[in-house]
């Protein structure tokens, strides 16, 4: 069978999930595919075609962790006897690989929704979702919040409130006139995640202020999300940028594409998850093809995109 789980973006309250606060994400047409196919044995098979790779194991062999495959090799090994038997899947990634577009977690939850499907387990969506953040986080030691695992298994654009028990509101919202640009610069998003968690332990009041100012703009939002205000939208966007940038997570290349983006006609941008590179996204109602060429001649990858609905 084939099925294709799709890139997340963050709209609202990056990296705040690691404090338990509600964030707003949404999923975008770009997709990561995944074709799966029973066996009669116990043998696993995982091969990438991004990457060339196959990784290989069967069925109750202690879990190793170390491979390019290690978030797929821990949801299977979280579902234990629900998986009846030996599987060969095989992956290929559209959605850039390493730039905040969350190709980890559509991997993870595209996995689990195949391997739903395949034999029948009848999981929900919030099941697979917690899920795929225990096989990231608690099996493989990733420093994640909950807000990529519950975005992609409930799709569209959510109100994902991350406090246990966490839980994903699918707001009504069909349309999301966003251009994502790719700063093209190596991502420190581990490096940023931990110094700013490390931080945030520590009390510095510069990120509990700058935390508890993007859980406003989160609230406000999703207000004007709902209402369809775009200027408001974009200006709270803006808004948490400057917060972004308070906390170090952002990089001069990021503020120039966000600059160059409201120039063309956005009505604002901010950069997406960890930080330290990766991506951005301008929200831009009538002027995607403006703003995409603005983040091309400043030597970002643009992408227009919308939203992906399940």
Known sequence: MRMKAPGRICLFG???DIAFKPVIAACIDMFLHVEATPREDRQVNLHSEDYGVTESFRLGDPPEYSGLMSYVRAAIHLLGERVPSGVDMRFRSEIPIGAGLSTSAALTVGSLMALDQLFALRLTRDEMAELAYVAEHDECGISCGRMDQYAI??????????????????????????VVGDSREPRKA??????????????????????????????????????????????LMTLSQVQEKRIGASTP?????????VEAGAHGAKQMGAGGGGCMVAYCPGHQDEVAAAIKRVGGTPYICNVFRW
């Open 253 to 261: 290349k990021i503020e120039r594409l966000c600059a160059v983006s």
């Open 153 to 178: 298994a409930h799709g569209g654009v959510t109100f994902i409130t991350t406090r246990e028990p966490a839980s994903a509101q699918v707001l009504p919202i069909d349309e999301l006139p966003v």
């Open 190 to 235: 581990a490096e940023v995640l931990g110094r700013t968690r490390d931080r945030l332990q520590a009390g510095d009041e510069v990120v509990l202020d700058a935390f508890e100012k993007l859980h406003q703009y989160t609230l406000a939002g999703r207000d004007a999300l709902v209402a369809g205000d775009g200027p408001r939208v974009g200006e």
């Open 14 to 16: 990056d990296k705040i």
